[in-house]
């Protein structure tokens, strides 16, 4: 098999999983409209429109973290890692199947939020959506290398955002940067930079975190 | 076990090296160097806080070497150098803070300034490696929290650029007015205070790199002693 069969055998292994069990995804949509109004109650009557655009991007940080803690449970419970460790294919793969099954799950839970978001707040430009098309990028490269080494560990759910947080600051930059300045084309660079040099980086070494 | 490496400098002269060092740059720094013009006694401190700051990047980049080390030849003695040379980064980012914010509050009368890059790029360095430790401290020692330990020293050396990058686009919408820093035109004897300091501070860091060093081997091969 070649490396990309092996890339879509693996995601299409865990979107069946979720379109059978529905573990995750609900729970994101959920999570991320009852932060809407939470956010609606944290913020002042007539505080700006910068406050909500900033909001938006701690819900979409928030809500990543939610889908990617669970994202390497079923492989955790069922020890489904080391039979893929085992297996004949390239282990940079299942970095990489994992990644888009995340990034289907967030861009699908985003598909709902940006329009409720919209409608409770303000609306969105279109750099704002571009934005998060290539923030949901980073998020879930980085997002799933963390998860895979936070599964592993004794602290499991409480490491992710820990290890995750620090290296989502550029990312909530590029975004916010974005969405309110006039020229938001340096922003949106700078975001497909982050996403380039984090995906090699992970892709490179991933192997490193399932092996010994 | 690895064998410990056959050093040329041993420990103890080092350290009296570090201290007659350190002791020749406070000397200059504070009685041979004049006060700055327009900043006047403060700007002192600059010496040190800038000196530190340097020496906290060549200690993470030293750890990120050591990891890459591991990971690329297997060295068994890069575990332990990437770990210790990291938490002595740690130790010079705080101090990098602390003296940063001293720095702040004479300057513009609060002990935090978000316009500061530098003091916002190792706020961000300094979460990053906290949660280095808690990586570390939960997987049992071995092979994989080597190689966990290793691949996010790693991701280390590219948060700092990004990161730095990220400060600085974040100006515009955060921060309009640009403060501006007058300490950059050094000259004379305020030049030859600066080019003592850095390398005291890096030979300090160096002893103190390799006084844990040898502390934290002792320990491994006492408890290796202790079980066999």
């Known amino acids: ?212 | 076990m690895p064998v410990d490496r056959q050093y040329r400098v041993p420990l103890p002269a080092l350290a009296v090296a570090s201290l007659i060092c350190i002791t020749v740059s406070l000397v200059i720094v504070f009685f041979v160097a004049p006060n700055d013009a327009v900043l006047g006694f403060s700007q002192k401190i600059f010496y040190f806080h800038v000196s530190i700051a340097f020496t906290a990047y060549a200690c993470f980049a030293v750890g990120a070497w050591k990891a890459f080390r591991l990971l690329w030849k297997r060295d068994p003695r890069a575990d332990l150098e990437s770990y210790v040379a990291v938490h002595q980064g740690v130790i010079f980012g705080v101090l990098v803070l602390i003296t940063g914010s001293i720095w702040a509050k004479y300057s513009w009368g609060h002990w935090w300034v978000w316009s500061e890059d530098e003091l916002v790029l190792f706020l961000v360095l300094f979460l990053f490696y906290c949660a280095y430790f808690m990586l570390r401290f939960s997987v049992d020692a071995g092979p994989q929290r080597e190689n966990f330990s290793a691949v996010y020293a790693l991701f280390g050396v590219v948060l700092v650029p990004v990161s730095f990058l990220a400060i600085r686009l974040a100006k515009p919408f955060l921060h309009p007015e640009i403060f501006t820093r007058h300490g950059a035109n050094l000259g004379g004897w305020m030049l030859v205070a600066y080019l003592v300091t850095q390398p005291s501070v890096l030979l300090l860091a160096y002893t103190l790199y390799r006084v844990e060093l040898s502390g934290k081997r002792l320990d491994l091969r006492l408890r290796e002693l202790r079980l066999a």
């Not at chain 1, 990309?4 to 055998?9: E, G, L, N, T, Y």
């Not at chain 1, 292994?13 to 939470?38: C, G, I, N, S």
């Not at chain 1, 928030?62 to 460790?85: H, I, W």
């Not at chain 1, 098309?133 to 992710?160: E, K, P």
């Open chain 1, 1 to 212: 098999m070649t490396y990309f069969s092996d890339v879509r055998a693996l995601a299409r292994k865990d979107l069946l999983l979720e379109l059978r069990a529905k573990d995750t995804l609900p729970a994101m949509l959920l999570f991320v409209v009852a932060t809407f109004v939470v956010f609606h109650f944290s913020l002042p009557e007539h505080s700006s429109r910068l406050a909500a655009s900033g909001l938006l991007w701690v819900a979409i940080i928030f809500t990543a973290l939610l889908g990617l803690g669970r994202a390497f449970v079923p492989e955790r419970e069922q020890r489904v890692l080391d039979g893929l460790v085992l297996a004949p294919c390239d282990r940079s793969a299942i970095w990489l199947a994992k990644a888009i099954a995340t990034f289907a799950f967030l861009v699908a839970a985003e598909v709902v939020a940006l329009p409720v978001f919209s409608l409770f707040f303000h609306g969105l430009r279109g750099a704002t959506i571009a934005a998060v098309l290539l923030a949901d990028v980073g998020i879930c490269a980085v997002g799933t290398f963390l998860g895979a080494m936070a599964v592993a560990t004794r602290a499991r759910d409480l490491l992710l955002p820990l290890l995750f947080l620090p290296l989502a600051i550029p990312i909530v930059v590029g975004g916010v940067g974005a969405g309110v300045v006039e020229n938001p084309g340096k922003y949106l660079a700078f975001l497909g930079l982050y996403d380039a040099m984090f995906a090699l980086l992970c892709w490179a070494s991933f192997e490193y975190v399932v092996t010994e």
